[in-house]
Nanobody
Framework: VQLQASGGGLVQAGGALRLSCAASGLTFSSYNMGWFRQAPGKEREFVAAISGSGSSAGYADSVKGRFTISRDNAKNTVYLQMNSPKPEDTAVYYC????????????????WGQGTQVTVSS
């Protein structure tokens, strides 16, 4: 199983950025997907999750209303649309895949991808 995250970079506060995570080696639609992030000196934290069908999604309070998670099961890809990012959103962002939705939210995913750096300038 491989999860390949991309789309990170430098963005100005108030701008927009879309992260992608392409999955291979698994039956993508059977897996719940999540995004997590880790800032320097901080623990990894949950950002967003989406169910296998895409019918359910959940967000951390810190990003609710600004970030949107979505998925395209035909492309085996999950996205994180980051609108109006803030400097405190600066972190390495990771995607994850798990068999159980609430396990993904809890950070107990089966698979993790490599991270992509997002830097938000003020």
């Amino acid at each position: 199983v491989q999860l390949q995250a991309s789309g990170g970079g430098l963005v100005q506060a108030g701008g927009a950025l879309r992260l992608s995570c392409a999955a291979s080696g698994l039956t993508f639609s059977s897996y719940n997907m999540g995004w997590f992030r880790q800032a320097p000196g901080k623990e990894r934290e949950f950002v967003a999750a989406i169910s296998g069908s895409g019918s359910s999604a959940g967000y951390a309070d810190s990003v609710k209303g600004r970030f949107t998670i979505s998925r395209d099961n035909a492309k085996n890809t999950v996205y994180l649309q980051m609108n109006s990012p803030k400097p405190e959103d600066t972190a390495v962002y990771y995607c994850a895949a798990g068999a159980y939705y609430h396990s993904v939210i809890a950070g107990a995913s089966n698979y993790w991808g490599q991270g992509t750096q997002v830097t938000v300038s003020s």
